[in-house]
């Protein structure tokens, strides 16, 4: 069983609509939860940075933290084209540096 | 700051052959970390360096790959002999080593091996 599970899509939806991203992981220890958005031939980028459980919004993105049941997601509000892009999840535990990632998710947004 | 710069941005080389991929980091980020992305596994973790000195090369795939960091705005990776099952997009990353912040990642090499 891989660490980090994420479901790859793809995942198509019009424009203007609520996104969710989803991984679930295994291990406990994870304490540093990140979201990276990654455009078609470029790096990935951070888009959102979560520590412990709860929730944080930035602009039309939340991302969510549910550690009793090893849960992380990212919603997208009002989504645009130029959302298209693979979401990648990451995660690390409370020491080191070391970042665990999703395979990613496909998103699409249609005009 | 011009990010984290990986050259070249394409390789394709022939089976045997060796290739160096490049890496300058952000100027002051203390660590730095290879990945390799395929569409079947994802960001793979290659090494790590903290100040220069390699703390984790578990993610090295086998004695064909090396990894250098000479200095702290400088680092290569090498495989010696390429072979097909290599072709993929590597990544070089770096941050704060201290704390866990997110990574700044280049805009990758994608490596053909032929």
């Known amino acids: 069983q891989k660490e980090v599970e994420q479901d790859p899509g793809p995942l198509s939806v019009p424009e203007g609509a609520i996104v969710s991203l989803n991984c679930t992981y295994s291990?406990?220890?994870?304490?540093?939860f990140m979201w990276y958005r990654q455009y078609s031939r470029k790096g990935p980028e951070l888009l959102m940075y979560?520590?412990?459980?709860g929730n944080k919004e930035d602009g039309r993105f939340t991302a969510q933290v549910d550690k009793s049941s090893k849960y992380i997601s990212l919603f997208i509000r009002d989504s645009q084209p130029s959302d298209s892009a693979t979401y990648l999840c990451?995660?690390?535990?409370?020491?080191?540096?070391?970042?665990?990632f999703g395979t990613g998710t496909s998103l699409t947004v249609i005009p | 700051d011009a990010g984290v710069i990986q050259s070249p941005r394409h390789e394709v080389t022939e089976m045997g052959q060796e290739v160096t991929l490049r890496c300058k980091p952000i100027?002051?980020?203390?660590?730095l970390f290879w990945y390799r992305q395929t569409m079947m596994r994802g960001l793979e973790l290659l090494i790590y360096?903290?100040?220069?000195?390699?703390?984790?090369d578990s993610g090295m795939p086998e004695d064909r790959f090396s990894a250098k960091m000479p200095n702290a705005s400088f680092s290569t990776l090498k495989i010696q002999p390429s072979e097909p099952r290599d072709s993929a997009v590597y990544f070089c990353?770096?941050?704060f080593g201290t704390g866990n912040y997110g990574y700044t990642f280049g805009s990758g090499t994608r490596l053909t091996v032929v």
């Open positions: 990451a995660m690390s535990p409370n020491t080191g540096n070391q970042f665990y």
């Open positions: 291990n406990s220890a994870f304490q540093y």
């Open positions: 979560t520590y412990s459980s």
């Open positions: 100027s002051g980020h203390n660590s």
């Open positions: 360096f903290n100040n220069n000195v390699p703390i984790d």
């Open positions: 990353a770096s941050n």
